[in-house]
């Protein structure tokens, strides 16, 4: 049984004067127990908006969201602020971009990791100053009783990001959320952090919901990848699957736009036309087929419904390689 | 495999119409902000009323404000003052003289008061944060350290020290002593944002350029660099309404009080506030309003100018 | 990207010496680090760049990579003097650079132009596209005739993909890429014959980049531009580069032609990070070696005695690695290394060990070895365990 159940989530931003805009447009996806599923898309594809829906993090204002999201059989997007508060941290962990603005400036970092400790699980100051230092030497931060006592602004860019995930994983959740863990990180940190998460996640069996705009990062470690175009899931399949054979125009269109260190030097790069701003509302057809070298007719006339292909999800008209699956997933 | 040209052509105008063919400039944009803005509105309503009302005030005021009309009903020892009556809707001063219409010219010289001490305060804050900004160095560490002097003194204490300097007493002391102690306030702000401007990557890329030292300072760094201080500056009409009229109320203001002016008017009140309040309440209900007005119109400047919440 | 048309054509025939348009010999910048409250004290140093030398051909494009901290920006503005130098010197075109002051040093300027990583702040909110386009012909002198300066910017505009429309636009009308694109064509504006380009893809969407990047290849080959690109991301260093100098904490440990380097890289850092960057093919990252570093990059205001790498080097030998600054030294023609021990490492007669990491402090860059774990738990388990 899946630990949790994405279903139809919309998240709709609302201005006073503005027409409403769906970041997020009726996704849907289920994580297992020590599974690493993978969001993947540029910016403004509703990935990270999906991470702050799971977690309760958006705005109260000017925001509709929609669907479900059940948790262990219960639904997230229906519990009162004080309940989510609860699980955040117990049971949802979230490791942010930018290790910088998510941590309190002006706390140690040993005084906020034991503080989810002592609200959480109840530990008294003592203990839960052990158990802080003890994870972070598990993060792999040398010299842990010292660096409890400094602050934020005095680690590297690297270490607060691995005090971030102790904190995260200070009560042991069973899901963790990672949105860009690794962005903002030299290559050289991003490997040691990503072997981290992986190390992780197969000691733990904690799931990993892994949201990264570099199909580099999915490629080593997600067994699950969902590429995700203006708010909506456009093709989900295994790592395996998907990289060996893009289906969706976008996905393939990605693959072949990125220089890549595994193939021989080639002159030129094939990039995908236009940017974001060119897409087109999904109404009225496949948002990408602006910029989409496979676009057809049907492509501006009716919105692609999602079809399965074995264990693979596609939503297009006109699929990279053979003609589109006609098997459609039912409306869940 | 090609999208149907026709509908590509549909796609394609439907973008080239969304997008216009001339380009908004950042001012625009604010001003466009600002206008929607009910907080500006009622900023610059009040500031554009008191504004008309200094203009006309010779033409609306029924009385010469300087002649002691009512001077038969004073008496200073029944301590009894002209209460409002017919032709005379405030009453009179402690002199006789028709309050309504010395409220009214009042906001001539408070207004005069306060944009003259904030220009003077300005230009003499804009060149030395101009000086201090562009070009670093020992010139900074000069101009700063002398600001920081001048920052160190209460404004109040410097203006009064200033104001007390000059053996006869004038408006024009007042707004000189007004706007010294606006000046580190403006050199200050304008030198962090020229700094912060100095370190931008298109300052960086205007001298790759070869662009002169000089175009850079006036053409990129200092426009750039103003928002904060045109904010400021509005802010700074209201203080200077407020200090204008303590240096008054001290006794500072101008000797001759013939010509109104409200904080100086205030000042004359406080012996008989317990008496008549309504000496002290005109002018300091003006002097309020006035000085909320100008302070609406610097936050919603501020909210306008901030390019985070350009969309 | 090879060697350009046009006007660097005739040079090709032109002796060695000749061809080098930008010389680097022993380049330094070091930054005081200031204290005081009344009077400013140097404190110490940060030395950003240490000790470069390296040369760029005449319309070759020369990458350079490195993580953050190592001083390839700095490298790349020092080299068009926006930063000052501490030592060494910087000859472009015969030109010694380090003595050119006021008025010579502004005209040489046009001769060497700057792409900056984000499209956004190196743009003057405030002024037009044909008003930022316009001003370095200002600045020269170049825009005498208003229709003929007119034509230029709409010609260029085409060269970098944006409509004529453009020029009456502001910058915050623009997407990255356009912006990007705009930034571009300021600095082809003047004509010059080196562009430095930092960053110039790493805050663009990755559908975009290869936009970004093909223009790069397009401009070089129709104006006959020589590169210097500066990135963090190697497979895109890679894919436009002729050659490629690795940096770490301020110096080059490795320079080699790219398909070389790639093939065989040879000092212990460029291994290690060409290890890290993840390929999109599940297939080989399950497969291919990971060389995983041990701790931070050290602090450049206290770099490391010896070899800069010797903190984190999982080959380091003992006593020379510590005390010894490797010198850069050319094992095959045209690869430079600078490791005491790359033949054996090459030969597989130094093998790697287990490397300790090094707590480095973020402010002060003061390192203490930490205590390895001897006490501590062996798995995430026996923490997070009942």
């Known amino acids: 049984m899946a630990l949790l159940e994405v279903r139809d989530l919309s998240v709709v931003f609302q201005r006073k004067g503005e027409e409403p805009f769906a970041a997020v447009d009726g996704i849907s996806f289920d994580v297992s127990p020590g599974q690493m599923v993978g969001l993947v898309g540029e910016s403004g594809c509703g990935k990270s908006v999906t991470s702050l829906a799971i977690m309760g993090l958006l705005p109260q204002r000017g925001v509709r969201v929609e669907g479900t999201v059940e948790f262990e059989g219960k639904d997230l997007l229906r519990l009162s602020d004080r309940e989510l508060a609860d699980r955040r941290g117990r049971d949802l962990g979230m490791v942010f971009q930018d290790p910088l603005s998510s941590v309190n400036p002006v706390i140690p970092i040993g005084v906020q990791v034991s503080e989810v400790l002592e609200r959480h699980e109840g530990l008294r100051r003592r203990e839960a100053a052990l158990r802080s230092a003890e994870l972070l030497d598990r993060v792999g931060i040398p010299d842990p009783s010292r660096r409890l006592k400094e602050y934020p602004h005095q680690l590297s860019g690297g270490m607060r990001q691995r ?76 790592r395996h699957e998907l990289f060996a ?72 008209h006109n699929p990279v390689g053979r003609p589109a699956p006609s098997e459609e997933v039912p409306v869940q | 495999m090609a ?14 119409s969304s997008a216009s063919e001339t380009g908004v400039s950042l001012a625009a944009s604010a001003w466009r902000r600002l206008r929607r803005n009910p907080v500006f509105l009622v900023g610059a309503s009040i500031i554009g009323l008191f504004v008309l009302l200094a203009l006309l005030a010779p033409v609306l005021a029924p009385h010469d404000p300087g002649v002691r009309m009512l001077a038969d009903q004073v008496s200073r020892a029944t301590n009894s003052i002209p209460p409002a009556q017919e032709g005379h809707p405030f009453g009179g001063d402690q002199h006789g003289r028709d309050l309504f219409s010395r409220v009214l010219l009042g906001s001539q010289q408070t207004l005069l008061v306060a944009v003259l001490a904030t220009v003077i305060g300005l230009g003499g804050g804009l060149t030395l944060g101009t000086l201090a900004g562009a070009f670093g160095g020992w010139v900074d560490s000069l101009v700063m350290r002398i600001v920081d002097v001048m920052l160190s003194v209460p404004s109040l204490l410097l203006a009064v020290s200033i104001g007390a300097l000059f053996s006869s007493q004038t408006q024009f002391t007042v707004i000189l002593a007004v706007a010294i102690v606006q000046i580190p306030v403006f050199a200050r702000l304008l030198r962090g944002t020229m700094l912060a401007q100095r370190e931008s990557d298109h300052v ?51 000797a001759d009080d013939s010509v109104p002016e409200w904080g100086q008017m205030l000042g004359n009140a406080q012996n008989v506030i317990d008496s008549h309040p309504h000496l002290a309440f005109w002018p300091a209900a003006c002097i309020i309003v006035v000085a909320l007005g100008f302070t609406l119109v610097g936050e919603s400047l501020r909210d306008a100018l901030d390019p985070k919440r350009r969309r | ?126 002024q037009s596209v044909a008003s930022i386009l316009v001003e370095g012909l200002r600045a020269h002198g170049l825009d005498t005739d208003r229709v003929a300066t007119d034509r230029r910017l709409r010609e260029l505009l085409t060269a970098v993909g944006l409509p004529g429309t453009a020029l009456r636009k502001y910058p915050h009308e623009f997407s990255g890429g356009q912006r990007q694109r705009i930034g571009i064509a300021r600095a082809l504006t003047v004509n010059p014959d080196l562009v430095v380009a930092d960053e110039p893809v790493s805050a663009l969407d990755v559908s975009v980049q290869a936009q970004v990047i093909n223009l790069l290849g397009d401009l070089q080959e129709e104006f006959g531009l020589t590169y210097l690109v500066i990135a963090h991301d190697l497979a895109v260093v890679r894919h436009i580069s002729d050659r490629i100098g690795v940096m770490y904490l301020g110096g080059l440990v490795e320079e080699a032609a790219s398909d070389a380097l790639y093939q065989e890289p040879l000092h212990p850092y460029t291994r290690a990070l060409l290890s890290a960057v993840p390929v999109p093919d599940p297939e080989l990252e399950d497969r291919r070696e990971h060389i995983l570093l041990s701790g931070d990059l050290p602090s450049p205001a206290a770099p490391p005695s010896g ?59 003061l390192s203490g070895v930490a205590s390895t774990s001897a006490a501590g738990p062996a798995s995430v388990t026996e923490v997070l365990g009942p």
């Not at chain 1, 990264?212 to 295994?238: K, P, Q, S």
Request: net charge neutral.
């Open chain 1, 163 to 238: 005090a971030l995930i102790a904190m995260a994983l200070a009560c042991k959740p069973r899901l963790l959320i990672a949105d860009e863990p690794t962005t903002a990180l030299d290559v050289t940190i991003q490997a040691q952090i990503l072997s981290l998460l992986s190390e992780l996640v197969r000691d733990t069996g904690t799931a990993l919901i892994m949201i990264t705009h570099d199909l580099g990062v999915v490629a080593g470690m997600c067994d699950e990848v969902n590429v995700l175009y203006g708010g909506r899931i456009v093709e989900r399949a295994g």
């Open chain 2, 204 to 254: 960086l890329a205007a001298r790759s350029l070869g662009v002169r030292q000089r175009s850079i300072v006036f053409r990129h760094m200092l426009p750039n660099a103003l928002g904060p201080v045109i904010v400021q500056s509005t802010l700074v009409l209201a203080v200077a309404i407020i200090d204008a009229a303590a240096l008054s109320f001290l006794g500072l203001g101008a």
């Open chain 1, 245 to 316: 054979e893009p289906r969706h125009p976008y996905t393939a269109g990605l693959l072949a736009s990125i220089p890549r260190l595994d193939a021989p030097r080639g002159d030129r790069l094939t990039p995908i036309r236009g940017s974001v701003a060119d897409n087109i509302p999904w109404a009225g057809g496949c948002a990408f087929a602006p910029r989409c070298p496979n676009a057809v007719d049907a492509c501006v006339e009716r919105s692609p419904e999602m079809t399965r292909d074995g264990e693979r999800l596609l939503r297009c």
């Open chain 3, 1 to 126: 990207m090879s060697a350009a048309r046009g006007e660097s054509a005739n040079v090709s025939t032109a002796p060695e010496e000749d061809r080098v348009l930008v010389e680097v010999d022993d380049l330094k910048v070091h930054f005081p680090i200031k204290r005081g409250v009344v009077l400013d004290r140097t404190v110490g140093h940060v030395y950003a760049v240490d000790g470069v030398d390296l040369r760029i051909q005449r319309g070759e494009t020369y990458g350079l990579v490195g993580e953050s901290g190592c001083g390839k920006s700095t490298l790349g503005r020092a080299l068009l003097r926006l930063v000052d130098q501490t030592g060494g010197r910087v000859v472009f075109d015969g030109v010694d650079l380090s003595t050119l002051r006021g008025e010579p040093l502004r005209r040489m300027r046009r001769r060497m132009q700057m792409v900056f990583q984000d499209p956004m702040s190196s743009l003057d909110p405030r």
């Open chain 3, 307 to 365: 070899c800069r790498f010797h903190t984190r080097c999982p080959w380091r030998q003992a006593d020379r690695c510590d005390t010894e600054r490797p010198a850069l030294r050319e094992i095959t023609p045209g690869h430079r290394v600078a490791c005491h021990f790359a033949e054996d490492i090459r030969d597989g007669r130094i093998a790697r060990h287990e490397v300790a990491a090094e707590a480095v402090d973020a402010t002060t860059g």
């Open chain 2, 3 to 16: 999208i149907g040209t026709s509908r590509k052509e549909r796609i394609d105008s439907l973008a080239e």
